[in-house]
């Protein structure tokens, strides 16, 4: 192995993130190697340097403000289930209302009354195939929508 | 004395609201640094990792206590801050992304505004890190995740963390040193 195969090894090693295998392997070229040490060095030297960034601690008056945000974004969740839960209550009672009495109606000729009871089966059908591919698809990814693809 | 995540987790999967709230209040600082990093813009940092504490807590059921909350947490606001800037297609920086770093501690005035010039510098090196090399930086070294909470974030192979970060840290010495990487 050369030094360039090593120095992610450093990485691991500055980072105690090494198996004992790769600790063993990676120390015994250390200590023949100047090169690689003085890159451990100037890694760990390095990772000291970045503990200068510190974020920002909120205060309990921001803490509190942020809380209520998330909290009220997840009352609108909940809002917005029942309101769509409702809507959809309501069109479906709805249109079957229409339909029943489209199709009671004897004015009504049995071509439009057909294309209509097919034109909802066919509806039914592609929206159930629909949600079983979401379904699908959400038990092996669960937040598919955000994948980066 | 503060309630451990787990005792807090077991009491949101139980849909306990208040428990949630204590979480969110625990990592809303260290959510917002990270969204900052994501996304490049310190009001949209705080209005992406909210959403993202609204899906985890939709999602907390299936959180099974292999890593830590944080780090799954991490997972949950990654996905978001992405659609997000797909979403915007590019990043906009109307905030200054360093509203999130804490100014300096000490007595000597000189000292500490050397100090807070430096931390500046370093933080403004890792906004122009490559997102791949800028978000596992900022897990490894400010969020404190180990190398499998991070291959658990990124989705990527354990092995692939170390070489991964190692390009990031030379890509960040080289950003620092004023050298193209």
Same mark, same amino acid.
Do not use: H, Y
């Given at each position: 192995m050369s030094c360039e195969d090593y120095r992610p090894l450093i990485t691991g090693y500055v980072d105690d993130e090494l198996s004992a295998a790769d600790r063993r392997r990676l120390e015994s070229h250390l200590r023949a190697c100047d090169a690689c040490r003085r890159e451990r060095d100037e890694l760990v030297a390095f990772k000291e340097h970045l503990t200068m960034i510190k974020f920002k601690e909120p205060s309990d008056a921001e803490l509190e403000r942020y809380w209520k945000r998330v909290y009220n974004r997840l009352e609108r969740g909940v809002g917005w289930i029942l309101f769509s839960l409702g809507a959809i209550v309501v069109l479906c009672w709805a249109a079957f209302a229409a339909i029943e009495a489209m199709i009671k109606d004897?004015?009504?000729?049995l071509v439009l009354k057909v294309g209509v009871v097919s034109l909802i089966a066919g509806g039914v059908v592609l929206f159930v195939s629909i949600v079983r591919e979401r379904l699908t698809v959400r038990k092996t990814d669960k937040y598919s929508r955000e994948v980066e693809r | 004395m503060d309630e451990p995540d787990e005792a807090l987790i077991r009491r949101c999967q139980a849909g306990d609201t208040d428990a949630f709230g204590l979480l969110v209040k625990r990592y809303a600082g260290r959510a917002t640094g990270l969204a900052v990093v994501l996304v490049g813009d310190y009001a949209d940092a705080l209005d992406v990792s909210q959403e993202a504490f609204v899906r985890a807590w939709r999602h907390? @059921?299936? %959180? @099974? *206590? =292999? *890593? /830590?909350f944080f780090a799954w947490y991490s997972s949950i606001l990654r996905k978001v801050a992405l659609t997000w800037l797909r979403r915007r297609r590019r990043r906009k920086e109307t =905030?200054? &992304?360093? &509203?999130?770093l804490a100014p300096a501690s000490g007595v000597d005035p000189a000292v500490l505004a050397e100090r807070n010039d430096e931390s500046e510098r370093l933080w403004r090196a890792i906004l122009r890190l490559p997102t791949r090399h800028r978000e596992i930086i900022v897990l490894s070294h %400010?969020? *404190?995740? /180990?190398y499998k909470e991070i291959a658990g974030v990124l989705e990527i192979p354990l092995g692939t963390v170390m070489s991964r970060l190692h390009a990031a840290r030379q890509a960040l010495r080289k950003e620092l040193s004023g050298v193209d990487p």
């Open positions: 004897p004015d009504v000729s | 907390i @059921r299936t %959180f @099974r *206590g =292999e *890593g /830590s =905030e200054p &992304a360093d &509203a999130c %400010f969020q *404190g995740l /180990s």
